[in-house]
């Protein structure tokens, strides 16, 4: 038994003892217990230090708006750094380290830091640590950044598996505490799909802390029992414990972080660590409580100074005492209830400073002292001592400080509802002046989504009895008649009262208001003094309620010290807005499965394994995988691409074109329609013909270009770029759903359909044609396509070049493609075939000037910046872009064309992207283009680029100049074609 | 509790055009949104409003546009108790049966894979992919399963 | 994530499983070629951009395949009505 654990009672289970380390010492503790439960059972109040300052802090609660006790748990790569004691559950073995102190956390270097206290208040960032220049990035900030902050950042690549899961209910309850319970039980009753989700290990919320509580004639605990069971017998309830709704999004989309294995001391191994739940409900009733506030007086944040309903709830739920000799600081009801049970504990009662001059509620003969605050403490890791000190009427009383020594301070300054999830689905609090909380506001059209419902102390309702009944009723299906369900409960103390603001009397310095981020009331009141009037502005300047705490405990206090400063009402200085998540969420959780592999979908072509096999290099182009080039054994990139190169030019290359983009269009207004699409003539292309096509946006820009080929009058094969087919397909069935949908035809994807195999160069006829059944390749012309049989399968056959050699496209059905390229490679190797890649292809091609659409336009290009005017249909009254081609803009003079860019044969290629000037280059000097593809060409033995340079045409011959890292080098503008000008090859 | 396994690899195609409702190799072509039509081996999947996939169709006699997509994509078989909660791991689909009774099909996604879900019976799934987009739906699918302790049959 | 209601497949979708595609109700000018050149780059560029609803084009992209339009609030986020393309734009409260 450790020193401060009850001998009876709490909801742990003393069958088992659990061993663990904190900053490497050993203790025990419970199942059942909390990280902070075991160690205040231990005696241990000490559990970090404080961001800025440094100074020593414990638990001020004992739950998810804990702003100090934040440890990591874990070594190595499980390392999770700033991790709440509060909710760090108890397992054999766990091992848990305090943060942002050296050496250790009782003697901490960094607590000099609070000599430089004055240094550091509202905005220092912006003032002090200015001179001399660059100093701040230099020296000061990186030396503050050392000295601030949380825990540190795990040392290796996560090791283990989270998932994700959509969900869909009919009602999302948040929070099982009474009112959520009772939401649930009542949404549920007919059948209905309901989601009851809470943040802790157990449900029951408040109802774990009420030891004298009688739900109709239940114990609390016993009754949450019996409510549990029903709920879990019903076959549409889903209850998900250690589940935070950390997010509510449009349309009751909300995000639900469940932890699945953190509280296991040996998780089976490959289950997920946490599930990411991505839950659409019909309903939301939100019941998310409300989080007690602290008052804020001189040195509030000792170790041993706790929310008075948090040392309740040690008690009663892990019982354990959080100290021996209390004072509480009291200004709200529901601290009677803490006195009640602390005192019946065996924790003597010191002394209750009541701020209020009247208390009307029951008091248990416990020595109350009204119209009393507390205005300070002493202690250096445990408070020792509280100062209290007589208030009279509004004004701070004459009366003298006196020193009441405790071990334990308790304050009760009032409860504020949590809005966070509320406000993050859009919904707008408006102030209750009277109890001085913000309160959800009625959900107005556009204001708030449908179906969003909040109930019990999330909106001021407070009380068990009307809390079980607000639950109800909001759980209730909507329509039907409320049943005005009531609830017998006797025995607990509701909260009634509370305060805001700086204590009366108390010094602003050191009298903290947001733990997390030490920020102080006298930070708050400089921020004004300094001319800040929003509180948007202020949590900014001071970092009050900012970062993972998100303003749990703070942003009232806040709010009432800065209305107070500004001398006005609370609501007309605003509330901040919350944003999600509600406690931090791991990246991991986010990212789910799609990590590694399963990051993107790799696509690779059905060729893929022959060019693995082969020793192929691989590049990304989108998701797929593509044969960059196919090195021999120890052989350079660059020498392989020109071997393949020469391959193509002099024998034969064999290339995987898969990944092309292409589209079956059907109909018999198929010409009609491509007619609209396309610059070029469609109608008098005749069946087994193709055409090079040119796309363009309606703006008269290129979007896209690729071969069709007319299979029949009714039948076009459209070919699109790797990169494009998606774009073309949708901006296709844009034009042929709206504008053009009197027209009779149909758009089918086959980009999967076929696997495309290209066989280019001088040889290709003599290899192709021992395979092809159907077709006479003697009078198969340049631009023809047949359907027919390839080495035994069916077959669309393309005579079509993308190299400048006699070439062909086979397709086959894509589960064929590896047997055909392996008959066509079997058929070539007596005629030299050699396999290229994607890089060999883009040299083959910017050595004819065929571009590349996306390398060679940026889509400010027209055909005839390009030199494609010869693509467009003349005759044809409209297609998509033409209108725009005659903008006075698109007919100016200045245009970027495509030229070829000869630098001398030695030098290195041009980089892709340099720009291009008229003269050397020198500063100030405007760039008149930019190269857009640049390579060493093998078979012209010297570099080529092709590029976009203003009246290029008109500069051919002329001499331009590209700056490159080692200087400039000059280049003469030529004519887009390096090779084969006349196209005499595309015969073999 | 659910396995997946590559369902027969029969003929498909694309019909395309004002279809609905009219008789096709013993089936009605579905006329109503995300509806399947089955008749023996052949079935056909309503996937927009002039849009079907036919499987096992040998041939298809029509008016209307057909494209031969039997290469196109890869047909799975998924089918367990639990079928339902792994497609819930990437399918952004209510897969209830009430929102998505036996013999709904659509086309949806699976994380980041476009597919076509189609429901043949309580707890069994036929799910059509675009065949380089198949590895990574088989693999998602088996991460899924394995982090949520979903096994197969024999596990 | 939003939830679209699919006009064509008449039930609610994910926002996933949906592109967005400009704004609704430009028809492109039946003859091109006899619009001037200021309304030429009206057509081609000038947009809404007001607080409020506004009609604008979606497909399903991941669905049916089908272009819809949809009025949604620009403030609220939230999709008051869709319907089909080529449909007149409905009167809904806003």
């Not at chain 1, 739900?215 to 069971?229: D, V, Y």
């Not at chain 1, 409300?290 to 739920?317: C, H, K, S, T």
Request: charge should be neutral.
């Amino acid at each position: 038994m450790t020193a401060f654990r009850l001998p009876s009672g709490g909801r742990i289970d003393r069958g088992r003892t659990l061993r663990f380390r904190f900053d490497g010492r050993s203790y025990t503790g419970y199942p059942g217990d909390t990280l902070a439960s075991a160690l205040l059972a231990n005696g241990v109040h000490l559990m970090g230090r404080s961001f800025k300052y440094h100074r020593p802090r414990g638990p001020v609660s004992a739950g998810a708006e804990e702003p100090n006790a934040l440890v990591a748990v874990g070594a190595g790569a499980r390392h999770t750094p700033n991790l709440r004691a509060t909710q760090v559950e108890l397992y054999d073995g766990l091992s848990a380290t305090s943060q942002n102190r050296w050496p250790s956390l009782a003697f901490d270097a960094g607590a000099a830091g609070g000599l430089l206290a004055p240094l550091l208040g509202a905005g220092f960032y912006y003032k002090t640590f200015m001179a001399p220049g660059g100093a701040w990035h230099r020296l000061y900030e990186p030396a503050i950044r050392r000295a601030a902050g949380l825990g540190t950042v795990p040392g290796g690549p996560d090791p283990d598996t989270y998932t994700q899961r959509y969900a869909h209910c009919d009602v999302l309850v948040v929070g099982a505490g009474p009112a959520g319970l009772a939401a649930a039980l009542a949404a549920s009753a007919n059948g209905a799909r309901v989601f009851l989700v809470d943040e802790q290990a157990e449900c029951g919320g408040g109802l774990l802390a009420e030891p004298e509580a009688l739900i109709e004639g239940k114990a609390a605990a016993a009754w949450l029992a019996e409510a549990l069971a029903a709920l879990a017998a019903r076959p549409g309830v889903t209850i998900l414990p250690r589940t935070t709704a950390f997010g509510c999004f449009a349309q009751n989309f909300v995000g639900l972080a469940e932890r699945l294995t953190d509280h296991l001391a040996a998780p089976l191994p490959g289950l997920a660590r946490e599930r990411l739940w991505k839950l659409r409900a019909g309903r939301v009733v939100l019941a998310t409580g409300a989080i007690e506030r602290p008052l804020v007086f001189a040195a509030n944040d000792r170790p041993g100074i706790m929310l008075a309903g948090a040392a309740r709830g040690y008690l009663a739920r892990w019982a354990v005492k959080p100290g021996t000799r209390a004072v509480l600081a009291v200004a709200d009801d529901s601290g009677y209830a803490a006195a009640r049970d602390l005192a019946r504990a065996g924790v003597a009662i010191a002394a209750i400073a009541e701020l209020r001059p009247h208390v009307a509620c029951e008091t248990f003969g416990l020595p109350v002292r009204p119209a009393t605050a507390v205005v300070g403490s002493i202690g250096r890791l445990r408070v020792a001592a509280a100062d209290l000190r007589p208030i009279g009427g509004d004004s701070v009383g004459g009366g003298g400080v006196e020193r009441v020594p405790c071990d334990l301070l308790l304050m009760a300054g009032g409860w504020t509802p949590s809005l966070h999830l509320f406000s993050q689905a859009r919904g707008k609090p408006v102030f209750d002046a009277a109890r001085a909380m913000y309160l959800p506001g009625e959900h107005r059209p556009g204001e708030a989504p449908d179906g969003l419902a909040s109930a019990g102390a999330c909106r001021g309702v407070f009380g068990l009895a009307a809390c079980l009944e607000d639950g109800y009723a909001a759980g209730e299906a909507r329509g039907g008649p409320a049943t005005g369900r009531r609830f017998a409960v006797s025995g607990d103390l509701p909260p009634a009262g509370g305060f805001e603001g700086l204590v009366p009397g108390s010094p602003a310095r050191k009298a903290f208001v947001d733990f997390q981020n030490d920020v102080q009331a006298a930070d708050i009141t400089q921020a004004v003094r300094e001319g800040f009037r929003s509180i948007e502005h202020v949590k900014r300047y001071t970092t009050t309620g900012m970062a993972t705490d998100q303003g749990k405990t703070s942003n009232i206090n806040a709010l009432a010290i800065a209305a107070g400063a500004l001398g006005r009402p609370m609501p007309a200085v605003g509330l901040t807005t919350f944003r999600m998540p509600y406690t931090p969420v791991t990246f991991g959780s986010f990212a789910g499965h799609a990590r590694g592999e399963l990051f993107e979908p790799v696509r690779r072509t059905p060729m893929h394994a022959w060019a693995q096999a082969r020793g192929a290099v691989f590049e990304d182009v989108g998701q797929w995988q593509r044969a960059h080039h196919f090195p021999a054994p120890g052989e350079a990139a660059a020498d392989a691409v020109a071997r393949e190169c020469r391959a193509v030019r002099q024998r034969a290359g064999l290339f995987d074109a898969s990944t092309l983009g292409k589209i079956e269009v059907v109909g018999p207004d198929a010409a009609a329609f491509l007619d609209r699409l396309y610059t070029n003539s469609w109608a008098r292309l005749a069946p087994g013909r193709c055409r090079y096509g040119l796309m363009l946006n309606e703006a008269g820009f290129v979007m896209d270009d690729g071969v069709v080929g007319r299979l029949a009058a009714d039948r076009f094969h459209v070919t699109t770029t790797s990169s494009g087919a998606a774009a073309v397909l949708h901006h296709m069935e844009d034009y042929l759903q709206t504008e053009f949908s009197d027209l009779r035809c149909w758009l089918t994807s086959v980009t999967e359909q076929w696997a495309v195999i290209a066989v280019q160069g001088p040889r290709a006829r003599a290899i192709v044609a021992p395979l092809v059944e159907g077709v006479d390749l003697a009078a198969f012309a340049h631009m023809s396509v047949a359907e027919c049989r390839v080495a035994g399968f069916p077959a669309r056959l393309f005579r079509v070049s993308f190299t400048g050699e006699l070439g062909f496209e086979i397709n086959v059905p894509a589960g064929h493609g590896q047997a055909v390229w392996e008959a066509v490679w079997a058929q070539g190797k007596a005629h030299g075939l050699e396999p290229y890649g994607t890089e060999a292809m883009h040299v083959l091609r910017a050595e004819k000037g065929y571009i590349v659409v996306g390398q060679d336009t940026d889509g400010t290009v027209t055909p005839d910046d390009l030199g494609l005017s010869w693509a467009i249909g003349k005759a044809k009254p409209d297609f998509v872009g033409r209108r725009s081609l005659t903008r006075p803009d698109m007919l100016a003079e200045g245009r970027m064309q495509l030229v070829g860019l000869l630098t001398d044969a030695a030098s290195a290629p041009l980089e892709e992207g340099a720009q291009i000037t008229a003269a050397p280059p020198r500063t100030g000097m405007a760039a008149i283009g930019h190269v857009t593809s640049a390579y060493r060409s093998a078979t012209l033995g010297r570099p080529i680029a092709l590029a976009l340079l203003a009246d290029g045409r008109a500069r051919i011959g002329q001499t331009v100049h590209i700056p490159m890292p080692g200087g400039s080098l000059a280049a003469t503008v030529a004519g887009p074609v390096f090779h084969d000008p006349e196209g005499a090859r595309l015969d073999g | 509790m659910a396995d997946l396994t590559p369902a027969d690899p029969g003929p498909r195609h694309i019909l395309r055009g004002p279809a609905g409702g009219a008789a096709l190799g013993g089936l009605i072509v579905p006329d109503q949104p995300c509806r399947a039509a089955e008749a023996g081996p052949r079935a056909a999947l309503w996937l927009g409003p002039d849009e079907w996939l036919l499987l096992g169709f040998a041939a298809v006699e029509t008016p209307f546009a057909v494209v031969d997509v039997g290469h196109r994509s890869l047909g799975f078989r998924l089918a367990g108790p639990r079928a339902a909660e792994l497609l819930a791991g990437g399918v952004p689909l209510d897969l209830s049966p009430a929102a998505f009774p036996v013999g709904t099909c659509t086309r949806t996604i699976f994380e980041k894979a476009e597919i076509v879900l189609w429901r043949r019976a309580e707890a069994a799934w036929h799910i059509e992919v675009a065949r380089s987009f198949a590895p990574y739906l088989c693999d998602m699918i088996a991460a899924i399963a394995a982090a949520n302790g979903i096994g197969g049959q024999e596990r | 994530m939003l939830l679209i209601r699919c006009p064509v497949c008449a039930m609610d979708r994910p926002e996933l499983e949906f592109r967005h595609a400009g704004q609704a109700h430009v028809a492109r000018p039946a003859d091109p070629g006899a619009v001037d050149d200021a309304a030429w780059a009206a057509y081609l560029y000038l947009r809404d951009n007001p607080k409020g609803v506004v009609a604008e084009r979606w497909r399903h992209v991941h669905g049916c395949g089908r272009f819809f339009n949809a009025l949604r609030h620009t403030v609220s986020d939230r999709i008051l009505a869709t319907y089909p393309a080529g449909a007149s734009r409905p009167e809904v409260a806003p």
